[in-house]
């Protein structure tokens, strides 16, 4: 993986964020969420995202991905 050390632990977790901006914000929530908890993040994965629309507008930027993050060096 890259940006990890060789013989690095590496542990991924799958998390969901929305934004009423955009995806790009709703990834960057995701990062800032998770990263409340869990540190040395290395990495997001966008696996879906999806958007509620409501008369014609986009009214929210939903998004799941993945994080990954150094557990041990």
């Keep these: 993986m890259k940006g990890a050390v060789m013989g690095s632990i590496v542990k991924v977790i799958e998390v969901i964020a929305s934004s009423k901006k955009s995806w790009e914000d ?5 990062v800032t ?3 409340k908890t869990v540190k040395n993040i290395k ?3 966008v696996e879906n ?11 929210e930027y939903r998004i ?3 994080i990954s993050f150094v557990v041990k060096d």
Excluded at 49 to 59: H, P, R, S
């Design 26 to 30: 709703a990834a960057a929530q995701a």
């Design 33 to 35: 969420g998770a990263g």
């Design 43 to 45: 990495h997001f994965y």
């Design 49 to 59: 995202m999806t958007a509620v629309v409501d008369d014609g507008a986009i009214k």
């Design 64 to 66: 799941n991905g993945k």
